[in-house]
């Protein structure tokens, strides 16, 4: 069996990390093949949305410490020298990474968790950055992803401590978006992911993009940058024929959850 398995149903990627006997840690091949699959995913016409998660009872215990106390000092200096093919710890990617984080995601699964556009927590899951306690520094965003989403001093706690939060403090400080039950997390995740893959691809796509490209900016810039995409995106790119024949079946669904309670709809 493959280390990093790779299924699609209903336009729907699921990616797994399929090395429970080490928590699913990141190792070199993994890194690699982890890669890989999102990038495939990624290029398919018949995919609109993809869940990250991992195999029980882990969804990343970080990069492997045995390997990394043991490796060849020299080949651990080598790699760092190498070209940087991506940032963060998955490829440049289109499509959207739904995280469903199954049990702990610690330290570089931390980092591979946040790299994902928004995360899905069973009620099992755990999360702690032990970079320091480790003596490796964060390279796959902590230092700017953690901040962005918890705050600063948060952050600083977790990282300085390398303490573990569980899964409703995580949701309450804005870490993940919804905890479900354990059994129920892959369904509720392919219910969200199958939401989005029901959306016209390109739209997902630009909207994305600017999340990504305006979120870097503040202030006038960054009014000035949105009022410019969405000019330049009206003007050339929106599908008024495409509204004219949804435009009923958009209202009902909005009227539908507008009176609803509870956990968000998907």
């Known amino acids: 069996m493959s280390m990093v398995e790779v299924d699609v149903a209903d336009h729907v990627g699921t990616v797994t990390l399929n090395r429970p006997e080490a928590r699913n840690a990141l190792s070199g091949e993994v890194t690699s093949l982890l890669g890989a699959a999102i990038a495939d995913l990624d290029a398919r016409d018949d995919v609109g949305a993809i869940i990250l998660t991992g195999a029980d009872p882990a969804f990343c215990a970080g990069f492997d410490l045995r390997a990394l106390s043991t490796e060849l000092r020299s080949v651990q200096q080598d790699r760092q020298r190498s070209t940087l093919k991506h940032l963060g710890l998955m490829p440049v990617h289109d499509t959207p990474v739904i995280g469903a984080i199954n049990g702990a995601a610690v330290t ?155 956990s968000p709809p998907a």
């Open 108 to 262: 570089g699964g931390l980092e591979l968790a946040m790299g994902c556009d928004f995360l899905i927590a069973s009620e099992r899951a755990r999360f702690a950055d032990t970079h320091a306690r480790v003596g490796a520094m964060p390279g796959g965003g902590m230092t700017i992803r953690l901040p962005q989403l918890i705050s600063i001093d948060r952050a600083r706690w977790m990282t300085f401590t390398g303490n573990f939060i569980d899964a409703e403090t995580a949701c309450q400080w804005g870490l993940v978006v919804e905890v479900v039950p354990h059994e129920s997390l892959m369904d509720r995740a392919r219910e969200i992911a199958s939401t989005i893959a029901a959306i016209p691809a390109e739209n997902i796509r630009e909207v994305r993009r600017m999340y990504d490209e305006i979120g870097t900016m503040s202030g006038k810039e960054a009014w000035v940058a949105e009022a410019r995409a969405s000019r330049q995106w009206m003007e050339s790119r929106f599908d008024q024929a495409r509204l004219a024949s949804e435009r009923e079946a958009i209202i009902a669904r909005g009227r539908s959850q507008s009176t609803g309670a509870g």
